[in-house]
């Protein structure tokens, strides 16, 4: 059996001032070179599950590994740099720095991760082979991040992803600000990368028509529940 | 590259980053420009008379007889005799003597008796020697050299009569003997530009007929029949008095101190500079700590355009974040911008200074008599410029703090 490259197991965080939320995620599980599309409506715990996977905030209790490794068990700023080292991480919109240039943007995840930098070898070389493979227009690397269109942008943002091989990918929402026709082509391009490279992908979105391209679709209320306490 | 990237975040942000790296660059130069004109002023403060070892003048305080005598400022308690004089003039000590009588006045400037060895003795910054911009040294009973700003706000010319006034702010003229204006001086910085200068023959000339400080009623010795009159003055107000050697100065002064005819002072004129700048010295310090609170200000002013970008910046902090950036680096980064933008308002300002300077030095140099040095960068400006920096680095730790607890809440999901 392919081993897990995301375990959570009896996670359960309750937001701090905000007493009346809680979210548990009795167990889920994201093997190697697995794509995976998490369906929830807005307020359903996306965010909060992405940001515990992430390591931006603790369980108050459970377990989440991620390539073998307790993320719990780590000291704050050695989640940050782990996250840096394992995951890619594309957001809805806005991911990149607009004073920037596409490679410093490329590039940036590598600052903080000297291992993931060492498996990119030439990084410079390796942005610019991705920029290509995602269809970006050569020499895109020395534009300004903000010169470029948005689904250009998105295309950036998945070579920053994938840029030294990170186990996980994780996307929230990444088309959502895509028409219909780039939803399609961006999901074509990021597809086979993750597949060359065999890389595992948590995408969440709320849109089920997605689904069919995934090895698997879970819905947020599967795998976790909320708890609002009246208020 | 994370200077890089820091520079190129202030770039996109050019025209708020200009403003404030600007409101630096102007107080760093104001400070720098006040330091500057002290020093300026300082150094020329104490040259405003050099080569004289002692002034010498009736008894009263150190500082008192310096302000008469060399700034005109105040009036003599009393004067020297002709005969005390002569009793100094004649030690073997003495190199030279220059005597000074003051009391009377022309519009608001003072008119001030001496001899021919003033011109060749009286000696400012650094050793210069007081030069004729027109006309002559005098060399009639009625002539008279005056001063630089004299001449400038009197709009007075070579050949133009002066009428003297008896005593200061005063009415009563010495209108039967008027002066003729033979020389016109460069411009000093020294009290020599505000004052009129006559011979000691002249002093006694003009009071005539005059006894007790007011004219004899109806009496009024023609011009040439003062001319044929003994005129050897009886009263100096003050001395300047130069000694054959250095080592002989201390003891001279402590002769002329315990003069038994007469209750003289003698006082060295570098001493008694320091005291009365320790003395004017206070307002100095008042402006170059309000200087110093200006560059303060533009901090804060710097500190408040950290603080209002740091919403419109959430999403460039929660990139750093998703990247794998801790808190503390978007700590360090803000501390970092700001560290740029107060080097470069420093660097600006220093620049600043340096084409203000070349601007200003001959204005002010003509204007003020002030001599403002261009130098190439002190330590002491290095120093201050590093101040700069660590104070800019300091004050941004408030907004970076603020950064730091906003990056932890919202980790790299940012609530748009």
Aim: aromatic share 6%.
């Amino acid at each position: 059996m392919t081993p897990a490259v995301l375990t959570l197991s009896d996670v359960g965080y309750r937001w701090p001032r905000r007493g009346s939320f809680a979210l548990t995620v009795p167990d889920f599980a994201i093997l190697e070179g697995e794509s995976v599309l998490l369906l929830g409506e807005s307020g359903a715990g996306k965010s909060t599950l992405l940001s515990l996977i992430c390591g931006t905030i603790l369980p108050d209790r459970g377990s989440i590994s991620i390539a073998g490794t307790e993320l719990t068990a780590l000291s704050g700023g050695k989640r940050d740099r782990f996250r840096a080292e394992q995951i890619g991480v594309i957001f809805q919109q806005f991911n990149l720095l607009p004073f920037g240039t596409v490679a410093d943007n490329i590039l940036l995840p590598l600052r903080f991760a000297p291992q993931r930098r060492k498996r990119a070898g030439n990084a410079v070389a390796q942005a610019t082979d991705l920029c290509a493979a995602l269809g970006l227009p050569p020499d895109v690397g020395r534009n300004k991040a903000n010169a470029l269109s948005v689904g250009q942008q998105q295309r950036v943002a998945v070579a920053r992803a994938l840029i030294g091989q990170p186990p996980l990918i994780i996307a929230d929402e990444p088309t959502s600000a895509l028409d219909a026709g780039s939803q399609a082509a961006f999901l074509d391009l990021l597809f086979a990368q993750t597949d060359a490279h065999q890389t595992s992908l948590l995408m969440v979105s709320h849109d089920a028509r997605l689904g069919d391209r995934f090895d698997r679709v879970i819905r947020m209320e599967d795998i976790a529940q909320i708890e609002r306490a009246a208020a | 590259m994370t200077l890089r990237l820091a520079i190129a975040s202030l770039f996109a942000r050019a025209l708020t980053v200009g403003m404030t790296i600007l409101a630096i660059a102007l107080s760093v130069a104001l400070f720098l420009g006040v330091e500057k004109v002290r020093t300026g002023a300082k150094a020329s403060f104490a040259d405003t008379i050099s080569g004289t070892d002692l002034i010498v003048g009736a008894r009263s305080g150190s500082v008192q007889l310096l302000l008469y005598s060399v700034f005109r400022i105040g009036n003599a308690t009393n004067n020297v005799t002709w005969e005390s004089y002569q009793d100094i003039a004649a030690r073997p000590d003495v190199d030279w003597i220059v005597p000074i009588s003051l009391g009377d006045s022309h519009r608001q400037f003072r008119v001030m008796g001496t001899t021919q060895a003033f011109f060749e003795h009286y000696k400012y910054r650094q050793g210069r020697s007081l030069g004729v911009a027109d006309g002559v040294i005098m060399d009639d009973l009625f002539d008279t050299v005056i001063g630089a700003d004299v001449a400038a706000t009197l709009g007075y010319s070579v050949d133009d009569p002066i009428i003297v006034a008896h005593g200061l702010a005063s009415f009563t003229e010495h209108k039967d003997q008027p002066f003729r204006v033979s020389g016109i001086l460069e411009k000093t910085g020294t009290p020599v530009d505000r004052t009129v200068i006559v011979s000691m023959e002249a002093i006694e000339a003009i009071h005539v007929d005059w006894q007790s400080g007011a004219q004899i009623p109806g009496q009024s010795t023609p011009v040439d029949v003062i001319r044929g009159m003994d005129l050897t003055p009886k009263a100096v107000t003050a001395a300047l008095v130069g000694v054959e050697s250095p080592l002989q100065t201390f003891a001279l002064q402590r002769a002329i101190n315990q003069y038994p005819e007469e209750p003289l002072l003698a006082i060295l004129p570098g001493v008694a500079l320091q005291e009365l700048w320790g003395i004017v010295g206070i307002a100095e310090t008042a402006l170059l700590a309000v200087s110093a609170m200006v560059v303060v200000t533009a901090l804060i002013g710097m500190m408040a355009t950290i603080f209002s970008s740091l919403n419109e910046r959430r999403r460039e902090m929660a990139i750093f974040r998703a990247m794998g950036a801790r808190p503390a680096t978007i700590l360090g980064m803000l501390v970092l911008e700001a560290m740029v933008m107060a080097a470069a308002g420093a660097m600006l300002g220093l620049a600043l200074l340096y084409i203000g300077l070349i601007i200003a030095q001959p204005i002010v140099d003509s204007a003020f008599g002030l001599w403002l040095p261009i130098d190439a960068p002190t330590l002491r400006e290095a120093w201050v410029i590093l101040g700069v920096i660590c104070a800019g680095a300091i004050v941004s730790l408030v907004p970076a703090l603020r950064a730091y607890r906003m990056s932890v809440a919202d980790g790299m999901i940012v609530k748009t």
